[in-house]
């Protein structure tokens, strides 16, 4: 017998999210964001789920074949470019589409020896300071690309460093239309928060929109707002079964480093679930777990293998109950990774893309 826990993808979600976010965004096309192997899912699992979209962006070339593999010929594009002169190859290869963020990807474009011209995304610097031309260059770069036979068609990219939060996006989008004014392209600047928060707001003009942590069914603006506030269903369950069961008497500890202190006599879970499995081990006493669907709380520290969980609220667990640490419970109760993630100090984005090889996954 397997250990028992296991992850489930859910394709219904995935495409539910999907169209969430296509309604967020009507007039827009949609790049479902599947770098980090779509968010810890895995990209042969989502595919399915997601091929609804107008197109799959992702920045490892190795992703890029991946997705091409399963049969995808739209569009599909590297959003930290390429990394080397060889990329090209591939680019040209397997019609990729690619963000140019800096000069030396345009030196490498420059001699690159191609059939067919490549479609880029230039990308601006708008406030971010990680990729990208700053405006006072953007259009020197756009002028000097334009130029390149290797170079079909332009588009025009930024993304925000505060969608999610209070600065919000006034001020990378004002950098960003003064400086692309009378510049021709298709644009695309929003994430998954900006698509949710601010999309149809003029002067938020997307020709694509980019949502990645939403197809996935977290909240990108947690905990301002919840996944449910945004319509979004969890893409993944991670469950697993209680494997024994410990009666504590008062003062009686639990774990290593004797975290946690029973006050009274307490009855607990031992899940098949530790860190080695992607469970944040930042998480501590008081996180919340569904046992047979019922919220109750972790107590002690997250162990390699094991964690321990509070049985009080669902006297009728035992041995081989169902414990959920995030995701969807077979009696339909929803933990949201994103309290989960906020427990441990993180984000729903980490714990995702964290999921241990060694947890099987099923799609259903
Ligand atoms: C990852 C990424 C996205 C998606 O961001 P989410 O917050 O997951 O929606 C969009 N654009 C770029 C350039 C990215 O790198």
Request: with cysteine.
């Amino acid at each position: 017998m397997p250990r028992p826990i296991q992850a489930t993808i859910h394709l219904q979600a995935l495409r539910h999210n999907l169209a969430r976010a296509r309604r967020a965004a009507p007039d827009a096309r949609v790049w479902a964001v599947v770098k980090a192997n779509a968010y810890g899912h895995g990209i042969e699992r989502v595919y399915e789920g997601l091929r609804g979209a107008d197109g799959f962006a992702l920045l490892d070339l190795g992703e890029a074949e991946r997705v091409r593999a399963l049969g995808w010929r739209g569009p599909i594009l590297l959003l930290e470019g390429v990394f080397e002169v060889r990329d090209l190859e591939l680019c040209s290869r397997l019609n990729l589409w690619h963000t140019v963020h800096c000069d030396e990807q345009i030196e490498m474009l420059a001699t690159h020896k191609t059939q067919a011209p490549h479609r880029v995304f230039l990308k601006m610097n708008s406030g971010m300071n990680r990729l990208g031309f700053t405006p006072q260059r953007y259009r020197a770069a756009w002028t000097r690309l334009n130029a390149l036979p290797q170079v079909d068609e332009i588009s025009l990219m930024t993304h925000f460093s505060d969608a999610d939060g209070a600065k919000g996006i006034a001020q990378q989008l004002e950098v960003f239309n003064a400086a692309t004014q009378d510049l021709p392209g298709e644009r695309t600047l929003s994430n998954s928060a900006a698509t949710l928060r601010y999309n149809g707001g003029a002067p938020l003009r997307s020709d694509w929109v980019r949502p990645g942590i939403a197809v996935y069914g977290s909240a990108p603006d947690f905990p301002e707002h919840d996944a449910a506030h945004w319509e979004l269903q969890p893409a993944m369950t991670l469950a697993a079964k209680i494997i024994a069961i410990q009666d504590l008497a008062a003062g009686a500890t639990v774990g290593y480093g004797s975290s946690f202190v029973a006050d009274a006599p307490l009855r607990i879970g031992v899940v098949a679930c530790g860190y080695a499995d992607g469970y944040p081990r930042h998480c501590s006493t008081g996180t919340p777990v569904l046992v047979n669907g019922v919220r109750t709380r972790m107590v002690g520290r997250v162990s390699m293998d094991m964690i321990t969980v509070d049985l009080t609220p669902v006297p009728e667990a035992g041995f081989g109950s169902e414990v959920t640490l995030w995701g969807r419970a077979a009696n339909g109760a929803v933990l949201s990774i994103d309290e989960v993630a906020q427990a441990g100090g993180t984000v729903g984005y980490e714990l995702m893309c964290a999921l241990a090889l060694r947890v099987p996954v099923v799609v259903a």
